[in-house]
């Protein structure tokens, strides 16, 4: 139900989210200047002793940003994930949270951008508002550097809208699917047990107004029926449903 989602941290969502704001969904996904690679904006730094290629073919692979994903949303070498980092982060400030309307996954996504010490300190700081936030992040957000990181609650609300996206996605696939074949088809009651429940309220259009998001939501859905019919789709298209989870 609507409470569980809003509890609950997954990994598909937490990639839809964090694309979106680190890469806009993998369009921007290669930058010389910055120190970040890939559609989740990972620190090219953090990675390259391990990775033999350069920062560009990191990239361009797929299958290798997805594996850090994991490791840095699962935990690994003794350093706790994502997932417990957010449900950390949000039940030691539950009541600010809730004033923010942050869930554990928006807590997360805090964690991702600040780390959780980081994410700790801005959300103590916002609670008594001794400092800005240039003061407490100098060295992401200091007036002398050339590149600096979106502020901590644009980059929430852009991840809410990577997943509030990515979500209605999954609906609009779900009852695509249903029209076709039925609920009570297995494969289509597998990827429903998959997703859960992801109907979200359709924004209120103007005038019959058509959103750049609704847009490219039903190219990618176009883009979806073409692969599993067995054609060829475009690369980029491929590349974000496998990002998804939908192929």
């Known amino acids: 139900?609507?409470?569980?989602?809003?509890?609950?941290?997954?990994?598909?969502?937490?990639?839809?989210?964090?694309?979106?704001?680190?890469?806009?969904?993998?369009?921007?996904?290669?930058?010389?200047?910055?120190?970040?690679?890939?559609?989740?904006?990972?620190?090219?730094?953090?990675?390259?002793?391990?990775?033999?290629?350069?920062?560009?073919?990191?990239s361009e692979d797929d299958e290798v940003q997805d594996r850090v994903f994991n490791e840095r949303y699962n935990g690994?070498?003794?350093?706790?994930?994502?997932?417990?980092?957010?449900?950390?982060?949000?039940w030691n400030n539950k009541e600010l949270a809730d004033d923010l309307d942050y869930s554990p996954k928006e807590m997360a996504a805090l964690s991702y951008l600040l780390g959780e010490e980081g994410a700790q300190r801005y959300l103590s700081n916002k609670a008594t508002g001794d400092k800005s936030v240039k003061e407490l992040f100098p060295e992401m957000y200091g007036d002398k550097l050339k590149?600096?990181?979106?502020?901590?609650?644009?980059?929430?609300?852009?991840?809410?809208?990577?997943?509030?996206q990515y979500r209605q996605m999954q609906w609009d696939y779900i009852l695509n699917l249903v029209t076709q074949y039925g609920e009570d088809n297995p494969e289509v009651q597998k990827i429903m047990n998959r997703f859960g429940?992801?109907?979200?309220?359709?924004?209120?259009?103007?005038?019959?107004?058509?959103?750049k998001d609704k847009i490219k939501n039903n190219r990618l859905q176009q883009q979806l029926i073409e692969h599993k019919k067995g054609n060829k789709i475009s690369p980029l298209a491929k590349r974000e449903l496998k990002s998804m989870g939908l192929i």
Do not use: C, W
């Not at 690994?76 to 949000?90: A, I, Q, R, V």
């Not at 992801?198 to 005038?207: D, V, Y």
């Open 1 to 58: 139900n609507d409470l569980v989602s809003y509890y609950n941290i997954k990994n598909d969502d937490m990639k839809a989210g964090i694309q979106h704001v680190e890469s806009d969904d993998g369009e921007k996904d290669h930058d010389e200047e910055s120190g970040k690679a890939g559609r989740y904006g990972q620190q090219f730094d953090d990675v390259k002793d391990k990775y033999k290629g350069s920062k560009k073919d990191f």
């Open 76 to 90: 690994s070498n003794g350093n706790k994930g994502l997932e417990n980092s957010g449900y950390d982060l949000y």
């Open 147 to 164: 590149h600096t990181a979106l502020l901590p609650a644009d980059y929430v609300e852009s991840f809410k809208e990577g997943v509030q």
């Open 197 to 211: 429940n992801t109907e979200t309220e359709e924004e209120k259009r103007k005038g019959g107004e058509i959103s």
